[in-house]
């Protein structure tokens, strides 16, 4: 009986050791600096550039040559981790994010917008919004108005940047900024309020596939449609952003989870523990022939 539990445990062992050997999950999540290009560096990252490129965002004639808005979009990043269930998410602006006239301060007036009526409130006061919206289930007939849009990530039209969150989305997706409803469970980390060190708006979403009417099970690739939105009703004669246009959805394409083979990588080498489990198996495999053996003996004598 000790040899057939000697020999199932090394057996298992040895499994095991196989086992981690040949896949182990790998992610390497993205730093948040407050700049999205340099921090979304990662293979499994997924670029969502504006279709529109930059100077997009429409500025009256008042505005200096050259001068860009910081609702301008350059473009949406995204990283899922597998294994702990959080979405990241940066939105790559021109300038910084929230700076309506483009002067360098998000929360300052610059003398031409103050002279065509239009006013850069601070923290996304005010009028200004920040919204994502999420079609979880792609049941959203992009470009309609209609329903199908779940969840809005973001500030809507009457709050700042302090209720940045995830909510339930319940308005039209041409007035996204308007369509907050209930606050939902997913705890939404925003790195920083957009300024001149960190220009971006970068976040992360917990338990994202917990999201009302996602499906996917985390390991395996996935898809939502989402739409961009950044702008203001005070900011008189700036444009808004719309990624990609106007109550228009895109497809996001979320890659399974990556997979490293023992030998995929020149240089990687097993780590110290599994040489030990490895060694220890082979040591009880050792042990299991030698008790065989030694039976085999006794029952040969005569
Ligand atoms: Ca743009
Ligand atoms: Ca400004
Ligand atoms: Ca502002
Ligand atoms: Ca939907």
Redesign the pocket.
Known sequence: MRRYRLLTATVLSLLLVLATLVVSPVFAQPTFTGNAPVDFTQPDTVIIADPGGVDDVGLPIQAPLGTVSGWDVVALYFDYDHTTDIMYIGVDTFGICGDVDGDGNPGGTSAWLAGVGGVDFPNLSGTESFTLLI??????VSGSGGS???VVVGVDDINDITAFGTYNFVGNPFAPQAGFGAVLPNTTALFANPSAAAPDMEFTIANFSTLP?FTFTPGQAFTFWINLFMGSFQDDGVGEEYLPLAGVTVAVNIPPQAVQPPDSEPGLVPEASTLILLGSGLAGLGAYARLRWRGRKRRSRP
């Open positions: 079609d979880t289930d792609g049941d959203y199908g849009i779940e009417d």
